[in-house]
């Protein structure tokens, strides 16, 4: 069975750090694009950050370039979102997602995402 599995999310105060991962299994990420979505309450889900499969290149939604770091272990098949100096308006639900694809530039939009995860709760709050 194919599945993408967040975690790392909690509550933490503002200016505080996470690391979400997410985690493969029935398939390998070699070959995958992987992509970070989040949702807020009562907003639609927005693209947050995505790597290439070669990890050669990484894209950032402006609300989190500086703070946020995408990153990928193929040897564990995990990725990684590092995010550092939280602020309330990161409170939402994450979601990792994966794409079958070996090219060189990765996207944000959704229909192009073959597979997803649950998703992960950050609640950031004093």
């Known amino acids: 069975q194919l599945q993408l599995v967040e975690s790392g999310g909690g509550l933490v105060q503002p200016g505080g750090s996470l690391r979400l991962s997410c985690a493969a299994s029935?398939?390998?990420?070699?070959?995958?694009?992987i992509g970070w979505f989040r949702q807020a309450p009562g907003k639609e889900r927005e693209g947050v950050s995505c790597?290439?499969?070669?990890?050669?290149?990484?894209n950032y939604v402006d609300s989190v370039k500086g703070r946020f770091t995408i990153s990928r272990d193929d040897a564990k098949n995990t990725v990684y979102l590092q995010m550092n100096s939280l602020k309330p308006e990161d409170t939402a639900v994450y979601y990792c997602?994966?794409?079958?694809?070996?090219?060189?530039?990765?996207?944000?939009?959704?229909?192009?995402?073959?597979?997803w995860g649950q998703g992960t709760q950050v609640t950031v709050s004093s």
């Open positions: 997602a994966a794409r079958a694809t070996v090219q060189p530039r990765c996207v944000f939009r959704e229909t192009r995402y073959d597979y």
């Open positions: 790597i290439s499969s070669s990890g050669g290149s990484t």
């Open positions: 029935g398939f390998t990420l070699d070959y995958y694009g």
